[in-house]
């Protein structure tokens, strides 16, 4: 009598993932859960013992150095937001601001914080879009908020729609909404001109900071900020998922390269696109053709791209395609569909930094793209790195605030 429990076992190890699998690809195929999986807003800490999202020296900022309010959507959700005193601006007004409650402010426009930021006509902003999962103040992100203050700039928070503890559904359209209202709220309520004003994304971050970006740059007068930086950045959803694997490990739709059919159908039903690449190339071509209209003032773009070599959840090739893409506007002959032409081109506009880091820099007139790769950081500890810190602090410099000016 033959012993079929070999291949009961073997029937088990092969069929119980595959099942697993197929399960998950079915599930994902729903946007309830598909989003679910992409946004991961649910994975929050927020019911943990001891997490009070509105006591800034919970999270090692000085008393009242940070103000938790809210900010309210064009399409009416309440979004959870911080304002980040830099730490010098601070200092100098310690004892007048210890003196304010504390807590969540049901007016920010009345705190003094607030006035200290409208009324310095030199105050620097960094809006900071934070990537998927949790809310404004989760994992390592209060430490990036005290890299960016301790470096004399107010820093913008907010926890999108859905994560935190603000209301609604994460969706792309809502995120750059979200997104929008905050550019919004520096811009008209604090009166902070785009030209002091850094947008700046990690991982989810910069998919929202792109989005944003095109919404300002197409609207009627444009909004030209400082300029945008985007840390771990992804080319679109779609083809970022088809090669992604979690950790670097544990692929994701990766097997389905073997039937690509299935991948193409699968790919279909990614509801939320995010499509990073193409709207760079969009963006640049506003700008290039506001400079062909005579009547219309001229544009500026500062574009920073970063990844860490080590990042085992987004791969750093994912920049490539938002750099070309982005130079592609730039371009408008077809001189950027010749691939030959364009790695000789990327390569003389390439300093080589080491086996594994280099900067590549394409500048036409009031435009400029950086590519900059680094060999450690992986997906999060990049966000503090120096080479973030030094694109920020080029933004600002003295020669784009003459441009500006």
């Known amino acids: 009598m033959t012993n079929k429990a070999p291949y009961l076992a073997v029937g088990l190890v092969v069929g119980v993932p595959l099942a697993i699998y197929g399960l998950f690809l079915g599930l994902a195929a729903v946007p309830f859960f598909q989003r679910h999986f992409l946004y991961a807003h649910k994975f929050s800490t927020i019911w943990l013992p001891g997490t009070d999202l509105n006591d800034p020296q919970r999270w090692g900022f000085a008393k009242n150095q940070a103000t938790p309010f809210t900010l309210t959507t064009a399409d009416n959700q309440t979004l959870h937001a911080w304002h980040i005193l830099p730490l010098s601006t601070y200092q100098q007004h310690e004892s007048s601001l210890v003196s304010q409650p504390t807590g969540l402010s049901n007016d920010i426009t009345t705190t003094q914080n607030f006035k200290l930021l409208q009324d310095d006509p030199s105050a620097k902003l960094i809006i900071s879009f934070h990537g998927n999962a949790g809310h404004l103040l989760q994992s390592l992100r209060p430490r990036l908020y005290h890299t960016l203050s301790d470096s004399n700039y107010h820093v913008l928070a907010l926890s999108y729609r859905g994560f935190g503890l603000s209301t609604g559904s994460p969706t792309e359209a809502g995120l750059i909404i979200d997104a929008a209202t905050a550019v919004n709220f520096a811009v008209q309520t604090a009166g902070i001109p785009p030209s002091r004003i850094v ?9 929202v900071a792109s989005g944003v970006s095109e919404l300002s740059t197409a609207a009627r007068e ?3 900020f400082a300029g945008v930086v985007l840390v771990a950045p992804f080319s679109s959803l779609p083809t970022m998922l088809s090669g992604y694997s979690i950790a670097g490990y544990l692929p994701v739709l990766r097997p389905l390269v073997w039937w690509p059919w299935l991948l193409d159908r699968v790919m279909d039903r990614v509801v939320d696109k995010w499509d990073s690449a193409g ?5 640049v071509r506003e700008i290039i053709k506001a400079h062909g209209e005579g009547g219309r003032r001229r544009r500026r773009l500062r574009l920073s791209l970063l990844h860490a070599r080590n990042d085992w959840d987004i791969p750093c090739h994912e920049d490539d395609k938002i750099f070309r893409a982005a130079v592609g506007g730039l371009l408008q002959d077809g001189r950027e569909a010749d691939d030959e032409w364009f790695k000789r081109e990327k390569e003389a506009r390439t300093e080589r930094l080491g086996t594994d880091a280099f900067v590549s820099t394409w500048k036409e007139g009031d ?4 590519q900059e790769l680094v060999p450690w950081g992986g997906h999060n500890d990049v966000a503090f790195s120096a080479p973030v810190m030094l694109a920020i602090m080029r933004c600002f410099d003295t020669e784009v605030a003459e441009t500006i000016s």
């Open 199 to 207: 947008l700046l994304g990690h991982s989810l971050g910069t998919a």
């Open 222 to 224: 444009g909004a030209d």
């Open 279 to 283: 709207r760079w190339g969009r963006i």
């Open 367 to 370: 435009v400029e793209i950086r």
